[in-house]
């Protein structure tokens, strides 16, 4: 990734902090992976703030639209990215382990180092598909004939040919 985005986190959170921009789909290294093309950009918020009880939370939205592969067709799906995450933040270990017992908030081991556009990233690699699909009337597979059809000759038909004479 060429650029790098380095926050305080907890005194971003605390101090009201936001950073807005745009990434490149290219830049983001280990996405490369999941993808079919790399053109692109994605448009990014980070907005630091504090929750209900005075907890330091990191507020990440992610919207664009990225090319995924199909893994039934292994032709190009477009999957439109509109990414919405809160993250609280721990100042240490033990604070870790306590907020994290709460499994509906999603909790991170804040730093003064921490790279926001890696954090991005992540949230990104997380909210993608396992097995991105077609819908099965636009799967080139099924256009094509690929998938059961009356008509055809089932390969298993001369195993039960051979069942038949034993």
Do not use: W
Request: charged fraction near 25%; include cysteine; charge should be negative.
């Amino acid at each position: 990734m060429p650029e790098q985005l380095i926050v305080d986190a907890i005194d971003f959170a605390r101090n009201d902090g936001v950073h807005h921009g745009k990434i490149s789909i290219a830049g983001l290294g280990r996405l490369q992976d999941y993808l079919l093309g790399n053109c692109g950009e994605l448009k990014y918020t980070v907005a630091g703030t504090l929750d209900k009880t005075a907890k330091p939370v990191l507020r990440i939205t992610v919207q664009g639209s990225i090319n995924l592969r199909c893994q039934r067709c292994l032709g190009e799906i477009k999957h439109v990215l509109d990414l919405r995450t809160d993250l609280l933040l721990a100042s240490n270990e033990s604070e870790l382990c306590r907020f994290d017992e709460d499994e509906s908030t999603d909790v991170i081991l804040a730093g003064s180092g921490m790279d926001v556009l890696a954090l991005i990233e992540d949230e990104i690699i997380l909210s993608l598909p396992i097995s991105p699909r077609h819908v099965e009337s636009e799967c080139a597979i099924i256009k094509a004939g690929g998938g059961d059809t009356a008509g055809e000759k089932s390969p298993f038909s001369a195993l039960a040919q051979l069942k038949k004479l034993h």
